[in-house]
């Protein structure tokens, strides 16, 4: 089993992570499921992870240099007082199928189409 990586999580100290191989995370001591996740290529992001209904969650909260360290842990630790109340910021975030032809009726087809083409489409 891998060791978990635990630090304070700043500015300074995220800018100094550096990974050779392989994506890790590196786990802030001070709020339990705020990390960052560090990518070879360089690339930096805040993560807040927790389980939810038995299944380990992953919520990726922005991009390092776009969002600052403390900007992170306040969004994380509003996004896992969420999680722990009940709320999958997973299934919040997902468009279905039938979502998007709802929309693509209203926003496309009422305004654009002729009326025989709209009667088409709904029948359809």
Not at 8 to 34: C, H, M, N, Q, Y
Not at 55 to 78: I, P, W
Not at 96 to 114: G, S
Request: glycine share 6%; proline share 2%; with cysteine.
């Amino acid at each position: 089993m891998a060791k978990l990586k635990f630090r304070t999580i700043s500015k300074r100290t995220v800018d100094a992570l550096v990974v050779e191989d392989r994506d890790e995370v590196f786990w802030d001591d001070r709020i339990p499921g705020f990390g960052v996740r560090v990518y070879p290529s360089g690339s930096k992001v805040y993560v807040v992870q927790t389980r939810h209904k038995g299944k380990s969650r992953r919520v990726t909260l922005g991009r390092h240099g776009v969002m600052t360290a403390d900007e992170a842990r306040k969004k994380a630790a509003t996004t896992l007082n969420r999680m722990r109340s009940g709320e999958n910021p997973v299934e919040r975030g997902s468009v279905t199928v039938a979502d998007l032809a709802a929309r693509y009726l209203t926003e496309h087809v009422d305004m654009r189409c002729k009326e025989s083409t709209r009667k088409a489409y709904r029948r359809a």
